[in-house]
């Protein structure tokens, strides 16, 4: 099936996955990424580890799930937007090289 924005915001408002999240800072109180680099930061963020769109069957899977405080995970999708960004530019170059043939 084709994931749509609408999916997305539907699950993200849905019930289950708001005591999944509850759930998973439970387990995980603190962030993640930061307690990697052996600092200690509380979690404030439940985050997606794959693309919620590529993974939407494993959505309610809890073992894909990042704790994460508020600063890793603005890190986190501002790399996701830096790549979109650039993906999006190298399929207009692309579309541009076929046009220009
Ligand atoms: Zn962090």
Not at 15 to 29: D, S, V, Y
Not at 86 to 101: I, N, V, W, Y
Request: aromatic residues 6%; positive net charge.
């Amino acid at each position: 099936m084709t994931v749509t924005d609408k999916d997305i915001t539907k699950f993200y408002n849905s019930k289950a996955w708001r005591m999944l999240r509850q759930q998973k800072l439970l387990i995980n109180p603190l962030c993640q990424t930061c307690q990697m680099e052996n600092k200690i930061e509380a979690a404030r963020q439940v985050h997606h580890a794959c693309n919620l769109r590529r993974a939407w069957e494993s959505r309610y899977d809890i073992k894909l799930l990042f704790s994460l405080c508020g600063a890793c995970h603005a890190q986190i999708e501002t790399e996701i937007y830096v790549e979109r960004q650039a993906a999006e530019r190298q399929k207009q170059d692309e579309e541009l090289r076929r046009l220009g043939g």
